[in-house]
C-alpha cells in the first residue's frame, strides 16, 4: 500500500518568514496530494491541494509543489503569521486502495511561528 | 456546507466495557471513514465505507468494527476497549472533488481514554 513520510515533525519560524514541509509518497499511482492543517482541538481541515498534472498550484500565501518523477511534494508558507501556528499534514490518494478514494497521511508538523 | 458530527467529544471508559462512538453526516455521501491520530504516527485509517452495508479494513482495524445500516451514519464501536485504543478519533467523508481527488471533510474528534 502506499507510504508517506513526512518532515520535518517540528519547525518553528519566526513571523514574517517562510516555512517548508516536504512529504514523499511510494505509490506512483497516486495521483491527488492534499494538505491539511489542524489547530488545537479541532478536525484536520483541507488547505490546498494538488494533482499529478500539476506542478506548482499556489493560494495567496500558501503553494505546493509537486514532483512526481521523485514523488515528493511540498507546502510552502510565505510571510507566516502567529495564526498559521497549527500541525500540517499531506496525504496522497487515487491508489486502488478504497476504491481510490483512501487517503493515507503523514505523520503531521508542528509549526510554530513566533512573534 | 459539509457537516460531520461526532458523539461524544471526550470518553474515559474503563478497560472491557463496550462502546460506541457515533458519526452522522449530512451531505449524503456514499464514502466515510475513521481514522485515529496518535503522536508521531499522523491519522491511520481505521475502517472504511464506501455505501450502505459496504464496509472494508483500513490500516489498524485489530478491536474496532463499524456499520453502515444507512448513508448517513456510521458508528465505530469498539467491544472490549483496551488501553492501546486510547487515542483522538476522526470520522470523516469524502466526496470526489470537483477538481478530481478525494475531499475528506472530518469531524470534531473523540478524545477516548481507556483505563
Known amino acids: 500500500g502506499e507510504n508517506v513520510e513526512q518532515h520535518p515533525s517540528t519547525l518553528s519560524v519566526q513571523e514574517g518568514d517562510s516555512a517548508v514541509i516536504k512529504c514523499t509518497y511510494s505509490?506512483?499511482?497516486?495521483?491527488?496530494f492534499p494538505w491539511y492543517k489542524q489547530e488545537l482541538g479541532k478536525g484536520p481541515q483541507l488547505i490546498i491541494d494538488i494533482r499529478s498534472n500539476v506542478g506548482e498550484k499556489k493560494d495567496q500565501r500558501i503553494a505546493v509543489t509537486l514532483n512526481k518523477t521523485a514523488k515528493h511534494f511540498s507546502l510552502h508558507i510565505t510571510e507566516t503569521q502567529p495564526e498559521d501556528s497549527a500541525v500540517y499534514f499531506c496525504?496522497?490518494?487515487?491508489?486502488?486502495?478504497?476504491?481510490?478514494?483512501?487517503?493515507?497521511f503523514g505523520t503531521g508538523t508542528q509549526l510554530k511561528v513566533e512573534l | 456546507e459539509a457537516q460531520v458530527t461526532q458523539n461524544p467529544r471526550y470518553l474515559i471508559t474503563v478497560t472491557g466495557k463496550k462502546l460506541t462512538v457515533t458519526c452522522s453526516q449530512n451531505m449524503n455521501h456514499e464514502y466515510m471513514s475513521w481514522y485515529r491520530q496518535d503522536p508521531g504516527l499522523g491519522l491511520r485509517q481505521i475502517y472504511y465505507?464506501?455505501?450502505?452495508?459496504?464496509?472494508d479494513k483500513g490500516d489498524v482495524p485489530e478491536g474496532y468494527k463499524v456499520s453502515r445500516k444507512e448513508k448517513r451514519n456510521f458508528p465505530l464501536i469498539l467491544e472490549s476497549p483496551s488501553p492501546n485504543q486510547t487515542s483522538l478519533y476522526f470520522c470523516?467523508?469524502?466526496?470526489?472533488?470537483?477538481?478530481?481527488?478525494?475531499?475528506?471533510?472530518f469531524g470534531q474528534g473523540t478524545r477516548l481514554t481507556v483505563v
Open positions: 496525504a496522497a490518494s487515487g491508489g486502488i486502495t478504497g476504491g481510490g478514494n483512501k487517503l493515507t
Open positions: 470523516a467523508i469524502a466526496r470526489q472533488g470537483a477538481r478530481g481527488g478525494t475531499e475528506a471533510f
Open positions: 505509490d506512483s499511482a497516486s495521483n491527488y
Open positions: 465505507s464506501m455505501n450502505v452495508e459496504v464496509t
